[in-house]
Structure formats: C-alpha cells, structure tokens
C-alpha cells in the first residue's frame, strides 16, 4: 500500500474489497486541481456510483488539495465516512471541510429579531452620529465665542483659503450644471404652458423655483459633492498620516485649526455661489424661453422683479448659509472620525458625501414648512 507514485500521476480509482470483504473504494493518483481538470466528468459519475459504499482508503493518492477534497466531500454526502484511510497531511483538508459543512448546512429557524435589531443597530449609530455632530459643533461654538474676545487668533489665512477652494474654483461646475438646469426647467414648462396660453407664466415659474428652490439645493448638492468630500478626505489623510495626533500633542486644538475655518468659509463662500448659480440658471431658462416661446430677453428681465418677490431671495441666501455651515460640519464630522487605514478613508469619504446631500434635502423640507407663506406669487 506504500509503494510510491508519481506525483503527477492521473487521478483514478477501483473498487475493492477488504480482508474481510467489506466493499472498498480505493484511490490513486493525484487529486488536485490541475490533475482533475482534464477527467472531472468521468470522475464525477464514477464517485457517483460509489457513494453507497462506506470504505474508502486514500493512503496511495499522492498529492490532495481542497479541489479534491470537496469532490469526495460531495461524493460522500458532505458528511464523513465511517471508515477512511488517508494520509495525516491529507487530514486536516477533510477536517476543515467538516466544520464548514456543519456551520454552511445546520437548518437556520428564521428569527423575527434579525430584523428588528438592524433598524435598532442602525437606529443607536445614526444617534451616537447626532450626538457627536452635536458635540463637535458645540465645541465650535465655544472656540469662536473664543476668537472673539482675541480676533487676532483668528485663522484669517486657513478661511481665505477655504473660500478659495470651495467658492472660486467651484464657479465653473456650478455655472454649467446652472445653466443646464435652467434651459431644460424652461423648456419643459414651455410645452406645457403654450397648450393653455400661458407664455409669459414662465417667468413667475422659473424665477421662483430657481430663486427660492432648485438654485440653493443644486449649489449644496454640489458643493457636498466636491468640498465636503475634499474635506473629509483631507482631514481623513491628517488622520492617516498622524497629523490630527502631532497637533493633539502640540497642543493646537481640531475645531479652531481645522473646523471652524471650514464652516465658515463655506457660510460664506456658498451664499455667493447660490447667487452665481441662480443668475446663470435664469440665463439659461430665458435663452431657453426665447428660442421656444419667442419671449424678448428684455421684457424677461424687466417682468422678473415683479414676477417673483425680493422675499424668495433671501429665503434662498439665509438657507444655503445654513447649509454651508451644515455641510462643513458633517465633511469634518466624519473627518475626524475616521480610523487610520485606506479602507476608512474611502467609507468615510462616501458615508459624508452621502449624509451631506441628505441633510441638504431634510433642511430644505423644513425651510419649506416653515416658509410657505414668505414669498407667494405677486
């Protein structure tokens, strides 16, 4: 039974009988993945025909692997053999395989608090967010009650920067999806109102959901897009990198550095960019209403002051300062939270992107509640 086989020999077996002729199903050869390939038909059907049998010596099989382990696994029923013979190396495969047979095919009763303590999990980690968002605005909150009592500690510099970043280099992007919003907006009203002879509508109908809506929303949503995600993954590199521990340790604290700047360069910078984006949506809209409504671009600008009240622009601007301070506050949020590893980085970066743009749109509702009666239709 010992004599010695090439370990590249063809996977085979026979049946035989013991000294006491009890059927036997004996194997040679080696049974690993790149021997079984070629005969793993042939092979299947005839451990097939075997599986009645309770004896199975593998001492002369010279080479095994987890290919031709679960083979005979299945084979044998995905349980074990009450009489196996094989070598101690080849043991620990079939071991192993038995654990995961065991904890892959134990009947699992359905249990109705499966769900219940997901929505819980998830309903305790959204709080414990709440409450160090909270917390870290809190924290700002006393720094810059701080500040101003010493305006030359101010990090005049870090703001200036932070409005660079996020307002100036954000007028591009926020121009053409403006634009574009602005023209499709105008156009699809125009189908509709030329069936009721309602051109000049238009003006009242862009102008304030521009005004008051869609121009503070799109510059959020797009600003959480690129500047909260900046921020996150600038202060998760920090992070990575061990900068928020050098500046633990030199004593410079995270919310006045790093978090404060952020809030509120984007409480202003945003304001502005809302401003950018509703001018160039409503310049898109009335290119749009021309071309499809004949309407002159002069009589458009002389009619939308009196088409939309001076009350819907400032509902706009006093909402997106709070988003931009919003937006800050979760970017930098989830931020300093995250663990030092790439991994992190990456979840954190898209778990911020994704929690800004859903608090925009849950404030937005709010500020819509609130304000339903500020800037109706003159």
Same mark, same amino acid.
């Given at each position: ?10 996977? @085979? ?85 038995? !654990? ?10 359905? @249990? ?25 605005? !809190? ?32 007028? !591009?992007?926020?121009?053409? &999806? ?38 503070? &929303? ?66 898109? !809209?009335? &290119? ?74 849950? &404030? ?15």
């Amino acid at each position: 039974m010992s004599a010695a086989i090439s370990p590249g020999a063809a996977p @085979d077996l026979r049946e035989t009988s013991t000294l006491d002729g009890t059927p036997c199903v004996e194997l040679t050869g080696a049974w690993n993945l790149r021997s079984l390939g070629p005969r793993l038909p042939q092979l299947t059907q005839r451990l097939a025909a075997c599986r009645g049998i309770t004896h199975w010596d593998l001492r002369m099989v010279s080479a095994l692997d987890h290919a031709g382990a679960i083979l005979l696994w299945r084979a044998w029923g995905r349980h074990h053999m009450d009489e196996l013979e094989l070598r101690p190396e080849h043991a620990a495969l079939f071991a192993h395989m038995g !654990g995961l047979a065991r904890g892959g095919h134990r009947p699992r009763s359905r @249990d109705w608090r499966v769900p219940v303590r997901r929505v819980g999990s998830s309903m305790l980690a959204l709080l414990a967010h709440l409450v160090a968002a909270v917390g870290l605005l !809190g924290r700002v909150a006393i720094d810059a009650a701080g500040l101003a009592r010493r305006p030359r500690r101010i990090p005049w510099l870090e703001i200036s920067a932070n409005i660079y970043h996020t307002g100036a280099q954000a007028l !591009g992007i926020t121009a053409l &999806v403006g634009f574009l919003v602005g023209v499709v907006l105008s156009y699809l009203s125009a189908q509709q109102l030329k069936q009721f002879g309602a051109d000049i509508y238009i003006i009242n109908l862009l102008g304030v959901s521009v005004i008051r809506e869609l121009g503070p &929303v799109l510059a959020a949503v797009l600003i959480a897009g690129r500047s909260g995600s900046a921020i996150t993954a600038q202060l998760g590199v920090m992070r990575v990198t061990e900068e928020l521990d050098a500046m633990t340790v030199m004593g410079i604290p995270h919310a006045t550095r790093l978090v404060l700047p952020k809030m509120v360069a984007l409480a202003i910078s945003l304001p502005l960019i809302v401003l950018w984006t509703d001018a160039v949506a409503i310049l898109g !809209g009335m &290119v749009a209403a021309h071309a499809e409504l004949g309407l002159p671009l002069r009589f458009f600008l002389a009619r939308l002051p009196d088409a939309v009240p001076i009350a819907n622009l400032w509902l706009g601007l006093g909402k997106s300062v709070v988003f931009g301070i919003l937006i800050a506050l979760v970017a930098c949020h989830f931020g300093l939270r995250i663990e030092p590893n790439t991994e992190s980085l990456g979840q954190g970066t898209t778990a911020s992107v994704v929690a800004a743009i859903t608090v925009v749109i849950i &404030v937005d509702a709010v500020f819509a509640v609130m304000f339903s009666d500020v800037g109706s239709f003159g």
